[in-house]
């Protein structure tokens, strides 16, 4: 006995050293990406506001920014679901689009629904010189609230031009809610959005400074 013993022992100590490999490369493994579960509805709503050329890769970006695709997080802030409403946010979008009935931002449907319309409503009220730009100041919108962007558009030199420009313009935030919002267009476009390129067209793809 006292010799099958030693002979089995190295073979435990192999096979504990080969889960606990296994483990650490699990704890390091990249998260799941949710988010694919939404594409087909995601590309539907879409297409339905913007056409056969919807931004759905920077919807799905933006998707990814706001909550990691979990339909059920609720933020420190309150914001809520997918695409992170605020209550307020959540019944101005339900009032501007009765179609998608009351605010239900913790239903993966609903919040998509009013994403993709959310976007669109911000995208008629900013400019740009071009779509990226546009987008940009629109996704400021999104993460700041359109009154920023509005007023910053209003004392640029230049408020077509956002990168580089009307972005380095605080129009009344806290310089820390400014730093972030500012960085909130560069994440979505060309951190996010190119990982669902294959979804549909995107908006732009180069870096900006």
Same mark, same amino acid.
């Given at each position: @006995?006292?010799?099958?013993?030693?002979?089995?022992?190295?073979?435990?100590?192999?096979?504990?050293?080969?889960?606990?490999?296994?483990?650490?490369?699990?704890?390091?493994?990249?998260?799941?990406?949710?988010?694919?579960?939404?594409?087909?509805?995601?590309?539907?709503?879409?297409?339905?506001?913007?056409?056969?050329?919807?931004?759905?890769?920077?919807?799905?970006?933006?998707?990814?920014?706001?909550?990691?695709?979990?339909?059920?997080?609720?933020?420190?802030?309150?914001?809520?679901?997918?695409?992170?409403? @605020?209550?307020?946010?959540?019944?101005?979008?339900?009032?501007?689009?009765?179609?998608?009935?009351?605010?239900?931002?913790?239903?993966?449907?609903?919040?998509?629904?009013?994403?993709?319309?959310?976007?669109?409503?911000?995208?008629?009220?900013?400019?740009?010189?071009?779509?990226?730009?546009?987008?940009?100041?629109?996704?400021?919108?999104?993460?700041?609230?359109?009154?920023?962007?509005?007023?910053?558009?209003?004392?640029?030199?230049?408020?077509?031009?956002?990168?580089?420009?009307?972005?380095?313009?605080?129009?009344?935030?806290?310089?820390?809610?400014?730093?972030?919002?500012?960085?909130?267009?560069?994440?979505?476009?060309?951190?996010?959005?190119?990982?669902?390129?294959?979804?549909?067209?995107?908006?732009? @793809?180069?870096?900006?400074?």
């Amino acid at each position: @006995m006292k010799g099958a013993l030693h002979w089995l022992l190295p073979k435990f100590i192999a096979l504990g050293v080969v889960l606990a490999i296994a483990s650490i490369g699990n704890a390091f493994a990249a998260p799941v990406d949710l988010c694919g579960q939404y594409r087909a509805i995601l590309t539907r709503e879409a297409q339905a506001v913007f056409g056969l050329v919807a931004p759905v890769p920077m919807l799905a970006g933006q998707m990814r920014q706001e909550s990691s695709c979990r339909a059920s997080v609720t933020a420190w802030d309150n914001g809520r679901g997918l695409a992170q409403f @605020m209550d307020p946010t959540a019944e101005q979008v339900s009032r501007s689009y009765p179609e998608i009935g009351p605010p239900d931002p913790y239903n993966p449907v609903w919040a998509i629904r009013a994403l993709v319309r959310y976007d669109s409503w911000l995208y008629e009220r900013v400019r740009g010189d071009n779509g990226c730009e546009r987008w940009a100041a629109a996704l400021k919108g999104y993460n700041a609230g359109l009154g920023y962007v509005q007023r910053a558009q209003r004392l640029s030199p230049a408020p077509g031009a956002w990168f580089g420009a009307t972005e380095n313009i605080n129009a009344g935030q806290a310089v820390k809610n400014f730093d972030y919002s500012r960085r909130y267009p560069h994440v979505v476009l060309f951190t996010h959005q190119p990982l669902y390129i294959a979804w549909g067209t995107p908006t732009c @793809m180069e870096r900006k400074p």
